[in-house]
């Protein structure tokens, strides 16, 4: 694994179903987060975590919940999928607290609510 | 609140050309401004990193300014090339409690004719 790996690139799901979307990164970064970008609306944050055990909610957490048990993962969860959350969901990662951190991203999961 | 835009949204041009897109924010308070490029279907490369300190940053073809006071970023690319066509995005980092939330623009789909 070099950098970050989401899984899976992509799926279709039927409303209604259970989705977790995993991510992981090997770069030993603190804070991770959890973009969706729609066509008209660009990438919005969804969850973010500052560092392991904590977690924070972003522009559009509804629907979604995450959680990161340790510092290399940080998987989305859908509850119960909707068709509105069709879209392709991005991973990002940066190494903390700091102004010159650097943003890493994902290639992106793109998903499929029917 | 932080807001992002990004003039033009859509641009063609001839192969050798210097360009410059331009990427404008609201709140001047900013740990970071970053460039990144989007291939179609894939996911986000980083570019530049400009710290709110900085007022430039060069790689290769590529020079991002910040104008902090101004509200603006601009990123120049010279000689363009048709392996420049993508997306471009700037993502800003804002200072303070909401540090974790990055902010980003709708993008600028450059096309770069051979």
């Known amino acids: 694994i070099a950098g970050i790996t989401q899984a899976p690139t992509s799926q279709i799901l039927a409303a209604g179903r259970r989705m977790t979307l995993r991510c992981t990164q090997d770069m030993r970064h603190n804070a991770m987060y959890w973009y969706r970008q729609d066509l008209g609306l660009g990438l919005r944050l969804i969850h973010y975590?500052?560092?392991?055990?904590?977690?924070g909610k972003g522009e559009v957490p509804d629907g979604y919940s995450v959680s990161r048990a340790n510092t290399d993962d940080f998987p989305l969860t859908l509850a119960s999928a909707v068709p509105s959350q069709t879209s392709v969901y991005f991973c990002?990662?940066?190494?903390?607290?700091?102004?010159?951190?650097?943003?890493?991203f994902g290639q992106g999961t793109r998903l499929t609510v029917v | 609140k932080q807001e992002v835009t990004q003039i033009p949204a859509a641009l063609s041009v001839p192969e050798g050309e210097n360009l410059v897109l331009n990427c404008s924010f609201t709140?001047?308070?900013?740990?970071?401004l970053q460039w990144f490029r989007q291939d179609p279907g894939k996911g986000l490369t980083s570019l530049l990193l400009?710290?709110?300190?900085?007022r430039e940053q060069t790689s290769g073809r590529l020079n991002a300014s910040l104008d902090k006071s101004s509200g603006r970023s601009t990123l120049y690319i010279a000689a363009s090339q048709p392996g420049d066509s993508a997306t471009y995005l700037c993502a800003v980092r804002p200072g303070g409690t909401s540090y974790d939330k990055v902010i980003f623009g709708p993008g600028t789909s450059l096309s770069v004719i051979p």
């Open positions: 990002a990662s940066s190494p903390g607290h700091h102004s010159n951190t650097e943003a890493f």
């Open positions: 709140d001047s308070a900013i740990y970071n």
């Open positions: 975590s500052n560092t392991a055990g904590t977690t």
């Open positions: 400009i710290q709110s300190s900085q």
